[in-house]
T-cell receptor
Framework: DGGITQSPKYLFRKEGQNVTLSCEQN?????MYWYRQDPGQGLRLIYY???????QKGDIAEGYSVSREKKESFPLTVTSAQKNPTAFYLC????????????FGDGTRLSIL | AQSVTQPDIHITVSEGASLELRCNYS??????LFWYVQSPGQGLQLLLK??????LVQGIKGFEAEFKRSQSSFNLRKPSVHWSDAAEYFC????????????FGIGTKLQVIP
């Protein structure tokens, strides 16, 4: 989706290191989401935010942290506490009002060195 | 709790043949249902969605899906598959509006052979 930019496309993490994945959107959507995708497991929700300066844990938040200082940005930090971080990470957005579905970015693939 | 079952992990069809991908859901209220498609290394693209109205929903790329409340199903169909349809397909169920917690199935990988 051209309105959601995830960077970098590929990221490598060393043991004990924190890394941050970027998600920026120009769709003026209020809600933003982070998902983790593993083969054979579909998408699992890590964190979501419906408004600036507010966010909630999803189903698998342990070892991750987020911030929402601006409407356009929702960065995800994978901390050293996340023991199995290798996965494909997807950011999504949607307007809070109405029946619009979630729109997805192109993802970031995180691997361990 | 809401859940989605996609019973077929992998499907192979010949180009030009018809396609049906199965999806069963569990949801306590009126469901908001989606089908997304994902090409390798890419994000998810919405094919179609259903909340109310006509139970046969038309989507992009020639896909359609039929909501059957009595069977808790939302199967995706295409009358004639093209090689470019090879991808992974995800069915999802969620609430309308607000936080919109969405639960995804594990996906069905479609292979198209000449």
């Amino acid at each position: 989706d051209g309105g959601i930019t995830q960077s970098p496309k590929y990221l490598f993490r060393k043991e004990g290191q924190n890394v941050t994945l970027s998600c920026e959107q120009n769709l003026n959507h209020d809600a933003m989401y982070w998902y983790r995708q593993d083969p054979g497991q579909g998408l699992r929700l890590i964190y979501y935010s419906q408004i600036v300066n507010d966010f909630q844990k999803g189903d698998i938040a342990e070892g991750y942290s987020v911030s929402r200082e601006k409407k356009e940005s929702f960065p995800l930090t994978v901390t050293s506490a996340q023991k199995n971080p290798t996965a494909f990470y997807l950011c999504a957005t949607r307007p809070v009002q109405g029946s619009q579905p979630q729109h997805f970015g192109d993802g970031t693939r995180l691997s361990i060195l | 709790a809401q859940s989605v079952t996609q019973p077929d992990i992998h499907i192979t069809v010949s180009e030009g043949a018809s396609l049906e991908l199965r999806c069963n859901y569990s949801y306590g209220a009126t469901p908001y249902l989606f089908w997304y498609v994902q090409s390798p290394g890419q994000g998810l693209q919405l094919l179609l969605k259903y909340f109310s109205g006509d139970t046969l929903v038309q989507g992009i790329k020639g896909f359609e899906a039929e909501f059957k409340r009595s069977q808790s199903s939302f199967n995706l169909r295409k009358p004639s598959v093209h090689w470019s349809d090879a991808a992974e397909y995800f069915c999802a169920v969620g609430a309308l509006g607000g936080y919109q917690k969405v639960t995804f199935g594990i996906g069905t990988k479609l292979q198209v052979i000449p």
